[in-house]
């Protein structure tokens, strides 16, 4: 494996996305379970410094951790019409169990609204119940044609919250809450620049009243959903009977909200910061910020480096790599493909020196500093590579957005953009919100990604589909 | 629900298990998925704490977090005869997915060692691959006839690690350390003492060449196990061609170990500890150490109190329960319920005093401290409450700890306890590890819980089946 080259990105983007990952010791493909991959130890230990950032945001913002059955009964997923509709094609269905023919089948939950509405009907009674605010992690499976490693796999870990509201100005503003959580940790934390929008009516959430997501822009231009945030309406509290007592006394339904993020945000994060030398992870969710790597050729030599390097990985908080039989060029290798942020290099020159050598991985500079700024300049360079990192993938998306005022050159703009040629932008032009407008993307694989939020173009203008007046620009990319 | 009553212990030892559960905002029945619990608040965050507990100890001894499939071939299961006859009948089953039915089912993971068993063989080549230490955190389906939240659900959550090495020797080492783990949590951090033994041949693991467990003693006196690490020898090694080349040059399969905790620990926790009042938790694993509940009634008594109030529970780290229209006695009740280990009352009196009214949870005692001390105070009470479970917990199996020395002696024991009724006894008693000897305990459905790896008592003496000499007593119990 070590010895394995890495597809260029310019070459083949999709391949090099594999070879990355593989590389990387982030996952592999796991083809005896279709669609499904494992985990390896780098990568689940990006998902758990992930998991932690997210779930701190949550805990804090009121929410708790819960956990409902995995199975759900398959009568419940038809409940809500427009949610089976939307789900059904993806299901994986438990027929047997225990030995016999179950009476009704289960489904593998693909999301948990209908088995939690059940809950939320027994839980809620009145006002007072309200608001009520659950976020579990768990595992999800859906059964999907194409599959790629993270960012879209039959079986995929999540978290979903499931919020209950008394008013749907308070679902919507939870849903918008948690809609700027996940660009918060997707910029701060992974360095990732996003755009957040609603979703077009023809891309909600079977079920929602209206989604939200966050758009990221990958090397080759092409769009990620990153996280989703559903306005559920009062939906799911009428299929399940989810009924309260208002202050007032009256009944009514609940309003919630539904949001999610996964494991494809991984994905997003390795086609955002990743080089052709291999995995880049930005030092806010790198498992190992630093490494040590000693040099030395005599025994002699050893005994001094050593001592010096122990003292020194110490003080950093980082691991030395003392693996014997390996060359320090093959230790660099093996921690530049697993994204290490810097690689710290200890001769018995820099010993004698007082000096270290600091390698970014980003950018492939070294730095010499003595050994008594090492801490600080080792700080000061994981600060600024998060920095760099954010800035360079912020330049990359501005650069590849454009705006378009016709269908024509929409077309024009995306028509040849393929995940492996890469080349896509994201186009800004003014549609309608109407799956009939939308339809007419799809002859050259395009879709409206989202309606930002923000206006972040020049405002109002005519669709370029119906030409009535529409309030503002929309994004539209060729998508994962 | 608050209004709800808590069966007393002596009356159904079972109905108050569950009553403390569900009252306790630890879980609840989700009767529609069979045998299934929905995981609420209060337990989910104690499952937390638990996961952090081990998963820091996991990490310091060399385990890398992974994640596997949920979905395993059926054929996978059917590669270890032992194993697909264990676990055949527990099987869920998926047969259709994305709207087909499947040319293979897959199985639900009921445990991981097949899907993992092909992935070590791609993975292993050599002993520089050796040892290869992993670990996950799951869910897992076994379909089981009776279930009980926590002590025994359809699906439940776990963590499972799954290891290989170069020797039966160091296989054997890392099973007996993870042992070690598993005690060392359960006594240290859940304040509930366990015995550390092997399994007998007949209560072994499917497919391990020996067991290892730890085993608990309930309130009721039954026992429970409440982790298991396995010692699988070349079994799994075997049945998935995981070969290494040897540092001598030749060719051998790997030694491999399992071992898995799981929520059943809650169950554990739950009846080492919990009282006729609810749930009772140890400082270690509570999710609020403690809880401050302001007293007043006119307002300007109100301004003062909360205003200390604010103070003191940042001083301790701790929540003001603050909700209008409930009164002071309903709080109380209602945290004593969750097993919040002090509550803090805080009145203008004790304002006016400079004092602050500290109650255990366990003991139900009162302590009135200086404000000044406080929080001293509180994290010396924290510390006592968890040494005093655990002296309780620990008194309680030495005094139901008794010896048999024939097979009557071992039933007028044993025969009329029940889960119910409670009564049971750790009895010690020479059999031989023979599923022949076992069965014969049967008849009083009893069981061989273990063969404690500590001399515990007084060591060689003849089988009192066979009258064969075996080494040590053995210890039998009625059993979750």
Same mark, same amino acid.
Not at 65 to 72: A, D, G, H, R, T
Not at 85 to 102: D, M, Q, R, W, Y
Not at 472 to 477: D, E, F, N, T, W
């Given at each position: 494996?070590?010895?394995?080259?890495?597809?260029?990105?310019?070459?083949?983007?999709?391949?090099?996305?594999?070879?990355?990952?593989?590389?990387?010791?982030?996952?592999?493909?796991?083809?005896?379970?279709?669609?499904? @991959?494992?985990?390896?130890?780098?990568?689940?230990?990006?998902?758990?410094?992930?998991?932690?950032?997210?779930?701190?945001?949550?805990?804090?913002?009121?929410?708790? =951790?819960? *956990?409902?059955?995995?199975?759900?009964?398959?009568?419940?997923?038809?409940?809500?019409?427009?949610? !089976?509709?939307?789900?059904? /094609?993806?299901?994986? !269905?438990?027929?047997?169990?225990?030995? +016999?023919?179950?009476?009704?089948? #289960?489904?593998?939950?693909?999301?948990?609204?209908?088995?939690?509405?059940?809950?939320?009907?027994?839980?809620?009674?009145?006002?007072?119940?309200?608001?009520?605010?659950?976020?579990?992690?768990?595992?999800?499976?859906?059964?999907?044609?194409?599959?790629?490693?993270?960012?879209?796999?039959?079986?995929?870990?999540?978290?979903?919250?499931?919020?209950?509201?008394?008013?749907?100005?308070?679902?919507?503003?939870?849903?918008?809450?948690?809609?700027?959580?996940?660009?918060?940790?997707?910029?701060?934390? @992974?360095?990732?620049?996003?755009?957040?929008?609603?979703?077009?009516?023809?891309?909600?959430?079977?079920?929602?009243?209206?989604?939200?997501?966050?758009?990221?822009?990958?090397?080759?231009?092409?769009?990620?959903?990153?996280?989703?945030?559903?306005?559920?309406?009062?939906?799911?509290? $009428?299929?399940?009977?989810?009924?309260?007592?208002? +202050?007032?006394?009256?009944?009514?339904?609940?309003?919630?909200?539904?949001?999610?993020?996964?494991?494809?945000?991984?994905?997003?994060?390795?086609?955002?910061?990743?080089?052709? +030398?291999?995995?880049?992870?930005? /030092?806010?969710?790198?498992?190992?910020?630093? !490494?040590?790597?000693?040099? #030395?050729? +005599?025994?002699?030599?050893?005994?001094?480096?050593?001592?010096?390097?122990?003292?020194?990985?110490?003080?950093?908080?980082?691991?030395?790599?003392?693996?014997?039989?390996?060359?320090?060029?093959?230790?660099?290798?093996?921690?530049? $493909?697993?994204?290490? /942020?810097?690689?710290?290099?200890?001769? /018995?020159?820099?010993?004698?020196?007082?000096?270290?050598?600091?390698?970014?991985?980003?950018?492939?500079?070294?730095?010499?500093?003595?050994?008594?700024?090492?801490?600080?300049?080792?700080?000061? @360079?994981?600060?600024?590579?998060?920095?760099?990192? #954010?800035?360079?993938?912020?330049?990359?998306?501005?650069? =590849?957005?454009?705006?378009?005022?016709?269908?024509?050159?929409?077309?024009?703009?995306? $028509?040849?953009?393929?995940?492996?040629?890469?080349?896509?932008?994201?186009?800004?032009?003014?549609?309608?919100?109407?799956?009939?407008?939308?339809?007419?993307?799809?002859?050259?694989?395009?879709?409206?990604?989202?309606?930002?939020?923000?206006?972040?173009?020049?405002?109002?203008?005519?669709?370029?589909?119906?030409?009535?007046?529409?309030?503002? $620009?929309?994004?539209?990319?060729?998508? *994962?």
């Amino acid at each position: 494996m070590a010895e394995s080259k890495i597809t260029p990105r310019a070459q083949d983007f999709a391949a090099w996305y594999q070879d990355v990952v593989m590389q990387g010791d982030m996952a592999e493909p796991a083809e005896i379970v279709k669609g499904c @991959m494992v985990i390896k130890a780098n990568g689940y230990a990006v998902w758990e410094a992930l998991q932690r950032e997210f779930d701190d945001r949550f805990k804090a913002t009121g929410h708790q =951790n819960v *956990y409902f059955p995995l199975l759900i009964p398959q009568s419940f997923l038809k409940k809500e019409a427009e949610h !089976v509709e939307g789900f059904s /094609p993806e299901l994986a !269905v438990v027929t047997i169990a225990g030995g +016999k023919e179950l009476e009704e089948p #289960y489904v593998i939950r693909p999301t948990s609204e209908t088995i939690i509405g059940h809950f939320f009907s027994r839980w809620i009674q009145s006002w007072r119940d309200l608001p009520l605010m659950l976020n579990q992690w768990a595992n999800i499976i859906r059964w999907e044609l194409r599959t790629r490693m993270f960012l879209r796999t039959t079986e995929f870990l999540w978290q979903e919250g499931h919020t209950a509201h008394s008013s749907h100005e308070e679902a919507l503003d939870e849903a918008l809450r948690i809609l700027d959580i996940y660009a918060e940790v997707a910029e701060d934390v @992974m360095a990732m620049p996003v755009i957040k929008g609603a979703k077009t009516l023809s891309e909600k959430f079977a079920g929602a009243l209206r989604s939200y997501a966050i758009e990221a822009m990958m090397q080759n231009g092409l769009a990620l959903q990153a996280g989703t945030s559903h306005d559920l309406g009062q939906n799911f509290g $009428r299929a399940f009977e989810v009924q309260f007592q208002t +202050k007032e006394g009256k009944l009514d339904y609940v309003w919630q909200t539904s949001w999610g993020v996964s494991t494809r945000l991984i994905g997003g994060l390795i086609m955002t910061h990743s080089d052709d +030398k291999g995995l880049v992870l930005p /030092p806010k969710v790198a498992p190992m910020k630093g !490494v040590l790597v000693p040099i #030395y050729r +005599k025994d002699e030599e050893r005994t001094a480096v050593m001592e010096t390097a122990r003292k020194l990985a110490q003080d950093l908080g980082i691991k030395i790599d003392d693996r014997e039989g390996q060359t320090p060029g093959s230790k660099f290798f093996h921690w530049e $493909r697993r994204g290490v /942020p810097v690689v710290i290099e200890l001769g /018995p020159r820099d010993v004698a020196a007082g000096n270290v050598v600091l390698k970014r991985r980003d950018t492939g500079t070294k730095h010499t500093v003595s050994l008594a700024e090492a801490r600080h300049e080792f700080e000061k @360079m994981l600060d600024q590579i998060q920095r760099d990192l #954010y800035s360079t993938a912020k330049k990359r998306l501005n650069e =590849n957005s454009v705006q378009a005022n016709s269908l024509a050159e929409v077309e024009k703009i995306l $028509r040849d953009v393929t995940a492996e040629r890469g080349g896509g932008k994201f186009v800004f032009t003014h549609l309608k919100d109407d799956p009939a407008c939308e339809a007419r993307l799809k002859e050259f694989k395009a879709t409206v990604r989202c309606i930002p939020l923000a206006d972040e173009q020049d405002g109002a203008g005519t669709c370029i589909i119906t030409g009535e007046h529409v309030p503002k $620009r929309v994004v539209i990319a060729k998508a *994962y």
